[in-house]
């Protein structure tokens, strides 16, 4: 039960409470699907049934980048959908993760031969491809220059393992920098953001890189079960011969040693992160943009030190993730949660730690960056009292049950912690 899980986090329970009673309307409004046309609702009931992560935050953007991202999302979705179907052989796999650009122009193009989950992607995919042909041309530009540039990458690894760790950030260019890299060009091809969100890529890229680098380190286990393996085997050969070994009981002080490693190289991309995000100046892509990044530092602070990484599924509380959500919404606010889970992270660090010594530069680098910007901002905060909260938290435990079976038909949060 959700109360349960966050006995210990107040704020959380109140959040939840929140939440309930309407909260997430602050950050994710309901859309008008009656004035849309069939094949864009349909978008966006696809949009909702394949995204744990960005469906929310995409319906929130602001006017008709909204439409653009959403399409733009299940494009890469039904590329990434063709990538990730072990039963396509790669004789068949390779041609069309190059020339997939291609189909957003071909009105009838589907593949129906997919056993994936969000196989309907693929197999309607005439109704995206409509779609994406109805945005205006800069969009449209944008997202077949990117669905282009990420096959071509993903057919290359299709044929080669992520070796080193520079091969890691390539790999993770590809399938979520470019991402990274189109999303800003959206926002400012929309005018919503200036012309330098679009322009600087690196920044961009940094964005995908530290929620790629995130979903790679989590998802450790359910990937080595499903026989994929992107932990760059320049890290995790030092600890072991093969990458499911660091699964075995006795190799659990060499497993989380690889896995402090991995943690330590993608936190480098958090100054970065604030950088881009102190750029921002539209209310629904800060929204969009941050959100994602908190759950990540979350995740990420989950996962350091944590043998549990190797032996079922780590995940944040949902409490925690209401709660970073409703709280993301401006630049002093997520430095904060940065700087709060970058301690989380320090006091964590062993003496032994083998990677001990980057991992306490990077946070420290964390925490100036976090310092410099934050200063300069005007104070926000509100504290409550001990007393208020123990009794907001009893009414809350108390209201959850009786709010879970009215509110039925409210919106519902999904998993926020990443694809």
């Excluded at 744990?52 to 999302?73: M, P, T, W």
């Excluded at 989950?302 to 043998?307: A, D, G, L, Q």
């Excluded at 991992?359 to 208020?388: C, N, R």
């Amino acid at each position: 039960m959700d109360v349960l899980r966050s006995l210990g986090h107040p704020e959380e329970i109140l959040n939840l409470f929140k939440f309930k009673m309407g909260g997430c309307s602050s950050v994710m409004p309901k859309l008008d699907y009656e004035s849309m046309s069939e094949s864009l609702r349909t978008c966006y009931l696809y949009l909702n049934q394949t995204s744990r992560s960005f469906a929310a935050v995409i319906q929130a953007l602001d006017g008709e980048l909204r439409h653009a991202v959403c399409i733009f999302y299940l494009v890469l979705r039904a590329l990434d959908t063709v990538e990730d179907d072990m039963s396509i052989p790669l004789d068949k796999k390779v041609p069309m993760l190059n020339d997939f650009h291609t189909y957003l122009y071909q009105q009838d193009w589907c593949f129906t031969e997919s056993r994936e989950k969000d196989r309907q992607v693929l197999e309607d995919f005439p109704t995206i491809s409509l779609e994406f042909r109805n945005l205006a041309q800069e969009y449209r530009d944008v997202i077949s220059d990117i669905c282009q540039r990420m096959g071509v990458g993903m057919a290359e690894f299709l044929e080669k393992k992520v070796g080193s760790m520079k091969e890691w950030d390539l790999y993770c260019h590809y399938v979520a920098g470019l991402v990274g890299v189109g999303l800003s060009q959206l926002f400012s091809a929309s005018k919503l953001e200036d012309p330098e969100v679009g322009q600087d890529s690196e920044l961009a890229n940094s964005m995908g890189l530290f929620l790629q680098k995130t979903n790679i380190i989590r998802d450790y286990l359910e990937d080595t079960r499903e026989g994929r393996a992107f932990w760059p085997q320049e890290a995790w050969s030092q600890f072991a011969e093969r990458l499911e070994d660091l699964a075995q009981p006795e190799r659990l002080e060499s497993a989380i040693s690889c896995l402090n490693l991995l943690v330590t190289d993608a936190l480098r991309h958090v100054p970065d992160v604030i950088v881009y995000l102190s750029r921002l100046r539209n209310q629904s892509v800060f929204n969009f943009c941050a959100i994602p990044q908190v759950m990540a530092i979350a995740t990420l602070s989950k996962c350091y030190n944590n043998p549990m990484v190797f032996q079922g599924v780590v995940k944040i509380r949902k409490g925690q993730a209401v709660t970073l959500m409703m709280n993301a919404t401006n630049m002093r606010a997520v430095q904060t949660i940065i700087s709060q889970y970058s301690q989380e992270i320090l006091q964590k660090v062993s003496l032994t730690d083998l990677s001990r010594d980057k991992t306490l530069h990077i946070l420290g680098v964390i925490q100036e960056k976090s310092a410099q910007s934050q200063s300069s901002l005007p104070s926000t905060t509100h504290h409550l009292s001990p007393m208020y909260l123990s009794a907001a938290m009893l009414l809350a435990a108390l209201s959850w049950q009786y709010l879970s079976t009215t509110a039925a038909q409210a919106q519902g949060i999904g998993d926020m912690q990443g694809q």
